[in-house]
């Protein structure tokens, strides 16, 4: 049974501050990593992909893969009020292309 | 069409009754995936369609909840004699497969069921 483990959260940071989000999973086979945003009451939506080793950055988000840790992160700098929701990472690839998500985590940043 | 696309958007129905739920997902995508999520929270994986293989159907809670999807097109879920836990949100994703890589998927904005 593959599984993906967030820190449950809720985690909340001021504005301004970094979030740090961190995605355990289990499947070593697992070549491509999510994380999606979801504001209550509406579908997720993609934000970052990653599938090598390292560091990748967007904007304000960056995507930190650790495979030999089996570890996946997304840091928020100069987090905003309007990254309050619900991050959810995601976790496919190998020996299939199902993904499979993690529970959340939400993410609340105070003004 | 530009998105994946999901009716009826609100259905509520009375205990015992069936529902169906309808997915169109993006065109000449070839995976198709049904999750639950309740309120507050994670996604409950359902079940997963690829191509013309055999659907992964590991995540349907029981046999009263089936789904069918005709080729690369349209999907369909059922849920027979429905039960008050099963009020949630259906989401249908979509994604376009490319080797291991590349299976970003996108979701619908969902079929939010209330039984009552």
């Known amino acids: 049974q593959k599984e993906v483990e967030q820190n449950s959260g809720p985690l909340s940071v001021p504005e301004g501050a970094i979030a740090s989000l961190n995605c355990t999973y289990s499947?070593?086979?697992?070549?491509?990593f999510f994380w999606y945003r979801q504001y209550s009451g509406k579908s997720p939506e993609l934000i970052m992909s990653?599938?090598?080793?390292g560091d990748k950055e967007d904007g304000r988000f960056t995507a930190q893969l650790n495979k030999a840790s089996q570890y996946v992160s997304l840091l928020i700098r100069d987090s905003q009020p309007s990254d309050s929701a619900t991050y959810l990472c995601?976790?496919?690839?190998?020996?299939?292309?199902?993904?499979?998500f993690g529970k959340g985590t939400l993410l609340t940043v105070n003004p | 069409g530009a998105g994946v696309s999901q009716s009826p958007s609100n259905k509520v129905t009375e205990k015992g009754k069936d529902v169906e739920l309808r997915c169109d997902p993006i065109?000449?995508?070839?995976?198709l995936y049904w999750y639950r999520q309740r309120l507050g929270q994670g996604l409950e994986f359902l079940i997963y369609?690829?191509?013309?293989?055999?659907?992964?159907k590991s995540g349907l809670p029981s046999d009263r909840f089936s789904a069918e999807r005709t080729g690369e097109s349209v999907s369909t879920l059922t849920i027979q004699r429905t039960q008050q836990e099963d009020s949630a949100v259906y989401l249908c994703a979509s994604s376009l497969v490319q080797g291991a890589l590349g299976n970003t998927i996108y979701f619908g904005e969902g079929s939010w069921l209330t039984v009552v």
């Open positions: 065109s000449g995508h070839t995976a």
């Open positions: 995601a976790v496919g690839g190998g020996s299939n292309y199902k993904l499979t």
């Open positions: 499947d070593r086979g697992s070549q491509s």
């Open positions: 369609f690829q191509g013309n293989s055999a659907p992964d």
């Open positions: 990653i599938y090598s080793n």
